[in-house]
């Protein structure tokens, strides 16, 4: 499985676009991108997933370049209930991937009034 | 549609105490996946099944058991808990191979072991 890296932590302001990035350098051809959100104690949710080019729908967008290599989370306009810890993960919807899905540490978004 | 449901929410033993958390989803997903969280860390899996009758190790399986004896139902059980095992503990679920690669999570089962 593809390892992914992303910061451990990033702060904004309300009303602020905010660029999460993950690189994942031996993603492979078969592999999508999935990110998650993870509020206090909940569970984490999916938010977005995508496998080249631009995906966008009601709460993120998420850019991938040509390569794969990395890819970015981008939340327009933040608010207070942003805050949150945002997983990025890689893998392909066979078996063999499924068959284990390992989050890493996430990235620690605060965003302040 | 319930979607994936925890039970206990909350639980506290006492060291050397067994107990069993149970994870049922309703979506007919092939595969179920149990992690723990401890504070400020990221999720750890622990054992998943890729289907009924199945099971296999994650990262951290060492003081765990787990049994899918029906598709639906994914059991976590202690033996005999250590409090090192303090932590909360989230189910999930996801289709089968030719599904989406997205796995939905239950609300989480916090466990203290005293």
């Known amino acids: 499985l593809a390892k992914t890296t992303q910061p451990i932590s990033m702060d904004s302001y309300e009303g602020q676009e905010v660029n999460i990035t993950c690189s994942h350098n031996?993603?492979?051809?078969?592999?999508?991108i999935t990110w998650y959100q993870q509020f206090p104690s909940q569970g984490p949710r999916f938010i977005i997933q995508g496998y080249k080019t631009k995906v966008t729908n009601e709460v993120a967008s998420l850019f991938i370049p040509a390569d794969r290599k990395s890819s970015t989370l981008s939340l327009p306009r933040v608010s207070l209930s942003d805050t949150a810890v945002y997983y990025c993960?890689?893998?392909?919807?066979?078996?063999?991937?499924?068959?284990?899905?390992?989050f890493g540490s996430g990235t620690r978004l605060s965003i302040r009034p | 549609n319930a979607g994936v449901t925890q039970t206990p929410k909350f639980r506290v033993l006492k060291t050397g105490q067994s107990m069993t958390l149970l994870c049922a989803q309703d979506m007919n997903h092939e595969y179920m996946y149990w992690y723990r969280q401890d504070p400020g860390m990221g999720l750890r899996l622990i054992h998943y099944?890729?289907?009924?009758?199945?099971?296999a190790k994650g990262e951290v399986p060492d003081g765990y058991n787990v049994s899918r004896l029906k598709k639906q139902n994914f059991l976590l059980g202690l033996e005999s808990a250590a409090p090192s095992q303090t932590s909360v503990y989230f189910c999930a679920s996801r289709a089968g191979a030719s599904g989406a690669n997205v796995l939905t999570f239950g609300a989480g089962s916090r466990l203290t072991v005293l």
């Open positions: 031996n993603i492979a051809t078969n592999d999508y």
């Open positions: 993960l890689v893998g392909s919807p066979g078996y063999s991937s499924a068959s284990k899905i390992i």
């Open positions: 099944s890729v289907g009924e009758g199945t099971t």
